[in-house]
């Protein structure tokens, strides 16, 4: 009798001891966009991230047309972020920061791509959609990596003098040229 009244119990504390892990262990995620941004690929400074870049220049020539060089462009710069907020996470900033202009440049390039085939008279709906939650998905990481970051950084390379990047001022061009 004693024993079935040990295991009752640990039928009850079981379920609610998981039900405690999992409340207390789980984040509430605050996003403003259901766009999702690709998981970061090979860092500067490895083999495959120089193999990247030349995969990179032969499929910009894959990807014809409006449509096509629209995704690509506007996939390009989700690439690009997400390497500048790895690169800035880890105090890497000269190379976050040359990430951050990429995207930005990608960015830039993907929107006339969309404007030209609705000037063709294409149904550019969906894509439109697509560019606005990609517009609002990069604002909000852009404002929590400048919230995360130093203002100013003295870049200190090994020979030459050092340069002074301003971080802060970078991230809000980027910021600006995705509210357009």
């Given at each position: 009798m004693a024993q079935k009244k040990f295991r009752m119990r640990n039928w009850f504390w079981i379920p609610l001891c998981f039900l405690l892990f999992l409340v207390f262990t789980t984040k509430v995620a605050l996003a403003k966009s259901d766009y999702v941004l690709p998981y970061p690929s090979a860092m500067p400074g490895s083999i495959f991230y120089k193999l990247n870049l030349i995969k990179e220049e032969v499929l910009r020539y894959w990807y014809f047309g409006d449509f096509g060089q629209f995704k690509y462009n506007l996939s390009k710069s989700d690439k690009y972020l997400v390497e500048a907020k790895t690169l800035f996470e880890y105090k890497q900033y000269f190379l976050g920061l040359n990430a951050l202009y990429k995207s930005k440049g990608y960015y830039n390039k993907s929107y006339p791509f969309l404007l030209k085939a609705h000037n063709k008279g294409k149904d550019t709906r969906n894509n439109l959609i697509l560019f606005?939650?990609?517009?609002?998905?990069?604002?909000?990481?852009?404002?929590?990596?400048?919230?995360?970051?130093?203002?100013?950084?003295?870049?200190?390379?090994?020979?030459?003098?050092p340069t002074k990047l301003y971080l802060h001022k970078e991230i809000e061009d980027s910021i600006k040229a995705r509210q357009k």
């Open positions: 606005e939650s990609a517009s609002v998905k990069h604002i909000e990481i852009l404002l929590r990596m400048k919230s995360e970051i130093p203002e100013e950084f003295t870049w200190e390379p090994e020979k030459s003098s």
